[in-house]
């Protein structure tokens, strides 16, 4: 059974910086491409970045582009999103989810997988 477990939330104060983990178990990711979603009070789930299990390709939202970095550790089947400069539209519940297929993705109706979400709240 896959698992996609979500940690590293909190509340940081604006221009502050989080690293947030992504653990994931259950299946082989290899060819798998990994993304993060966030989802404030009200709005849509909105897409913030994704990478392919291998590294090589990632994509950002344009919302998080040049602030925010994903990455992976294939020998802790560990993703990360380090988050820095946060603004408080930055505040939402964000999610780890996991694709097949290599082609990069954007929407949450072409995840398979989720994570339970962890809270991030920038104060201003």
């Known amino acids: 059974q896959v698992q996609l477990v979500e940690s590293g939330g909190g509340l940081v104060q604006a221009g502050g910086s989080l690293r947030l983990s992504c653990a994931a178990s259950?299946?082989?990711?290899?060819?798998?491409?990994m993304g993060w979603f966030r989802q404030a009070p009200g709005k849509e789930r909105e897409f913030v970045s994704t990478i392919t299990w291998s590294g090589v390709r990632t994509y950002y939202g344009d919302s998080v582009k040049g602030r925010f970095t994903i990455s992976r550790d294939t020998t802790k089947n560990t993703v990360y999103l380090q988050m820095n400069s946060l603004k408080p539209e930055d505040t939402a519940v964000y999610y780890c989810?996991?694709?097949?297929?290599?082609?990069?993705?954007?929407?949450?109706?072409?995840?398979?997988?989720w994570g339970q979400g962890t809270q991030v709240t920038v104060s201003s």
């Open positions: 989810a996991a694709s097949s297929g290599g082609m990069i993705k954007t929407q949450p109706r072409d995840f398979d997988y």
């Open positions: 259950g299946r082989t990711f290899s060819g798998y491409r």
